[in-house]
Structure formats: C-alpha cells, structure tokens
C-alpha cells in the first residue's frame, strides 16, 4: 500500500516564504514610493489618502469577484482561490492585486480558524494578519464602545435629547465570541453607576461601525455616517442619531489611522489590500470601498472576494458594496470543491474520500442554483474547481459536464497545492472570459421598491424560498418604516451561511421552503436594512472544543495550534 503523502501545514508554509519588505513590493508592483506608505514593521503598511487622491484620473481595471457554492463543513476554499487566482494572473503577465478582508478573532479562536488563505495561496504575514493586524478592528471596537459609553453618560446627566432607555438600539461590541454577552443587563450597582437597562454585545464584524468603515467614500463620508447612526428613540418616538449626542468628532479620530488600506503580499510576494472585516452572514461581507477603488486605480485586474456562499455574499456585494459605490463587476468566479458537492449530495463528511459519481451529480444542483442566480445580475461566470487530492478525473469531469450543459467553463485549480502554477488554466480562462463576454451588470431590485418586496425579491429569487414568513413584531417595524427615508435602503439578510433557507441543517437545493422574518434593524450610518432570519446570532458562540484550547507559543517563542 502506497504511503500517505504528508502535506505541511498552511503555517508551516507560510514560515519557510522569503518575504520582501513591503516597500519593495509597493515599489515594484505597484509603483507606490515609500513616502506614500506608513510603515507598520517590514512587511505591513497603510496607503496615505494624499497617494489614494492622486489616482482618481488614472483608467480603473477589472473587478473580479470570487464567490462560491454554499459552504459546508468539508471548506470550498474561496480566499484560497482568490489568492491563488492572483498571482496566477501575476505569473501570467497581468497586472493584479487581491482585495480581501481581515479576519476576526472570534472565528480564530472559535472554530473556523484564520483567514489568510491557505496552502500555497496565502496571504502573509499570516500570523499578524489573524492576530492584531495593524490594529484596525480594535479602532472600531473601540469607537463602537465610545458610543455606548456616551449614550449611558447621556442618560446618567439627564441631557436632551431624553433617551429612552427601553428603545435604546444600540448595543456593545467585543472581536470574541462570548454567547453570554448576547442579552445583559448593565449599569447595576446603585445610583452612582447609572440607570440600570437591558443591553448587550455583537461581535465587532457584526457592528455597524464595521460596516459603515467598509462602505465610506472617504474620510470625510466616514464621518457622516458615524453620525446618522440610529442609536434610539425619545419617549415621544423621535429617532436619537449619534451626532446628537456630539462624539462623532472622536469617534473619527479613533479611527482616522484605521480608514487607509492595508497592503501586504502573497506567498509569491504579489500586493493585497487586505481591509475590513464584516461577516458574510451576518452583515454585508465584503472589504472596504476605499481599497477596491484604490487598487482598481492601480492594477488591471482586481480580484476581491465576498464572505460565505454567492447567496449571502455576491448578493450582497452586489446589491449593498457596487451599488452603494458605484462599481461595475466584470466577471464572477464560482470556486465548488468536489467534497462539498458529494455533502450537497448527502454524503457523510468522513466518506468524503471515496469516489462517488452520483452524489456529484446530486450535490450539483447547488452549484446550478448559484449559476443561475450569477446569471440575474449580468455577468460573466466562470466555474473553479478547487482541487484535493482525493478527488477523481471521473467526479471533476460530471462538474465540467453539469456547468457545461448551461453554458459555463468549469476549469480545475490546483492553487492550494501548486500555488500559481497550479491555477494558471484558471487564469487564462478568467481572461478569456473577460475578453469575449462584456458584462452587464445590473442589481436584483431597485431602490423604490417596497423593503418587504426587496426582501421577497431576494427570498424567492436568491434563495428560492417559496415566499415570506415575517411574525408580527418584524410587519409592524416594516409597517413603521413605510414612507421614511430608510424604505429607500437596500437589505441586508442575516441568515445561516449553509443554505439557502434559514435552516443549517437543510443543504443542497431546498423545495418549497420558507424565509422566516424574525426582526428588522435600521443600520442608517451603513445606510441598508439588517433583515434578521431564523436562528442567526449577532454574536456567536464557542464550540465544545474551541480552538483556543490548543493554541500555545513553544519554546522557540513560536505560536503553535493556530491553524
């Protein structure tokens, strides 16, 4: 019997890379000088605005999204992909830069661990990327945070507006996740300390603030934002908005170092804007507007990814990021794995490895539902298979067939194993697509609809959902919003990543279900409507076994267990 190839670990590989100082490859790929970069060690640095600002005459490039099939446990490999996909373009000649986002520390510790990619695809420093980073998402926890404090001092002084303390809405945020921070009470303890209320915590990729920094212009419209933060009501039913409460202006400042884009490199020490980290579930899951603008200026190809399945996360950027920012996406790339289609199919997750035609060809109807729905927003499409190495030429062949028979190229891509070599035939498919098909992009609704028929409109269309079901707390807050300047936002669901219901458990391409609307939330600063769905937590919780248990530094001062 052969012996079982030993492959090294994604931190393991990421430790043997020759990284350059990130002026060089500033320098080198992106003709940035070292005076535009604000220097965070050897291999970090932020883009100055003054750099940004001096680029809005140059042509922009093409955007690039990597979606992918609804997640299962068995992974698909989307930031993998996208790493993997640019530096092939790279090696192939083609100016390319990758836009990604930070990952959170809740997942890190949790149970899904880092973000950065993986194999031969990574994006590094991998270590400081998922620990700490440059700081960004402790700038927005703590403006998050500043906010709260302010609004219980508020109360605590009596000042006008009057908030009421029963319709306050906005909660407390930490980057971890602590279910037991969900509902809290604060402010006990006597007079001195407040007046006692209901409150809680979101997990800071959950926070508004997470959402509005990825969705500024600028810093100027960052500002705005911050301030048309919906924070509560007054007894008398008037909305309170955060520049009432006159913290803005330091809310801003907290922030101001966190607003430039972050660049660092891949493997193969080619540049990516690695900025923001909203969840994909939950809020819009997409990096800032201000990196994608940025390196569209700067390279021809941009590739940028969205979070989870093309349900939640290309609707999202479609419907929320481009039109919100006014961008136009050239090309989709739907990355599918072989082991999550045979779990679509209804194969055990520990009889993956086995060979099993018919579950492909079962589990394919998910990968057909994304296609179609890429379909609706006009763009071309391009199927990457994200190859293991216990996948069969019989199993990748029934995907080629399955994407062929509507019209799509499905190419294999050997990234993780190979690194760009290995994801070469995507690339030049990628470019071959965008030279023969011409985009025509367009979102699914429009602005002046209805929020319950934008929300129809993705439930039915999106997610196949034979229609709504939206208890009587969500009518009546959909029935108060009627007439507002927030019945012209776009929506933003947040609903279970694996599938296309609101159930978890329900994977594959589900019939005749339906979208259970439990709450509707008002992000105005972000400017979309947080549609709240089935069971879906805005702070999560630890697993029985959370990765934190087995993460270490050993006695070489290395972090070990971490991935």
């Excluded at 990604?100 to 990619?117: D, V």
């Excluded at 810093?219 to 919906?230: F, S, T, V």
Aim: glycine letters at 8%; proline letters at 4%; one cysteine or more.
């Amino acid at each position: 019997m052969a012996e079982k190839t030993k492959y090294k670990s994604d931190i393991e590989i990421a430790r043997e890379a020759t990284l350059k100082n990130i002026v060089e490859v500033a320098e080198k790929k992106l003709n940035i000088k070292a005076e535009h970069l604000d220097l965070y060690g050897h291999y970090k640095a932020k883009l100055s605005f003054d750099y940004i600002n001096s680029l809005n005459k140059n042509k922009n490039g093409k955007l690039i999204l990597v979606t992918a099939i609804t997640p299962t446990p068995a992974g698909e490999g989307k930031t993998t992909t996208t790493l993997g996909l640019g530096d092939a373009l790279q090696k192939i000649g083609k100016k390319s830069s990758v836009c990604i986002r930070e990952p959170s520390l809740g997942p890190c510790f949790g149970m899904k661990g880092g973000a950065a990619g993986g194999g031969k695809a990574q994006a590094i420093p991998m270590e400081d990327l998922n620990l700490h980073f440059t700081g960004d998402f402790h700038a927005i926890s703590t403006a998050h945070n500043l906010l709260s404090a302010v609004i219980d001092n508020h109360i605590n002084w009596d000042k006008d507006p009057k908030i009421d303390v029963r319709k306050i809405s906005w909660k407390r945020t930490m980057d971890m996740n602590d279910r037991a921070l969900r509902q809290i009470i604060c402010a006990i303890g006597g007079p001195g300390n407040g007046f006692p209320r209901e409150d809680g915590f979101n997990i800071t990729p959950a926070s508004e603030i997470m959402a509005i920094f990825t969705l500024s212009e600028d810093q100027k419209d960052l500002q705005r934002r911050l301030g048309n933060i919906l924070i509560g009501y007054t007894r008398e039913k008037k909305p309170v908005l955060a520049k009432e409460l006159n913290v803005v202006g330091s809310m801003s400042v907290l922030l101001k170092d966190a607003i430039k884009p972050n660049l660092i490199q891949s493997l193969e020490n080619n540049p990516v804007f690695v900025h923001g980290g909203p969840f994909g579930n939950i809020a819009h899951g997409c990096n800032t507007i201000i990196a994608t603008k940025a390196a569209l200026k700067m390279t021809d190809y941009v590739i940028t990814e969205a979070g989870f399945g093309a349900d939640l996360g290309a609707e999202k950027f479609l419907d929320i990021k481009c039109r919100k920012a006014d961008l136009k996406t050239d090309a989709a790339v739907l990355v599918a794995t072989i082991r999550a289609l045979k779990m679509h199919g209804g194969v055990e997750k520990d009889n993956l490895s086995k060979e099993n035609i018919s579950a492909v060809e079962k589990g394919s109807a998910n990968l057909l539902k994304h296609i179609e729905n890429l379909k609706k927003y006009g763009l071309p499409i391009v199927v990457a298979i994200n190859a293991f190495v216990t996948d069969t030429k019989e199993e990748m062949d029934i995907v080629k067939k399955v994407c062929k028979k509507v019209g799509i190229s499905a190419v294999v891509s050997k990234h993780w194993e190979k690194g760009s070599d290995g994801a070469i035939d995507l690339a030049n498919k990628v470019v071959e697509t965008l030279e023969k098909e011409k985009s025509s992009f367009k979102t699914l609704y429009d602005n002046n609809l209805s929020l319950e028929d934008k929300i129809n409109k993705i439930a039915c269309e999106i997610y196949g959902a034979k229609r709504l079901e939206i208890n009587a707390s969500a009518k009546k807050q959909l029935k108060d919003l009627e007439g507002t300047e927030y019945e012209k936002f776009p929506v933003c669901i947040a609903k279970t990543q694996y599938s296309f219901t609101a159930d978890p458990e329900n994977g594959g391409l589900p019939q005749e279900h339906l979208l259970p609307v439990k709450e509707i939330r008002i992000s105005a600063g972000a400017e979309f409507i947080v549609v709240i769905c089935g069971d879906i937590m805005l702070m999560p919780g630890l697993p029985r076994i959370p990765a934190a248990e087995s993460i270490f530094i050993d006695d070489k001062g290395l972090t070990q267990g971490l991935f």
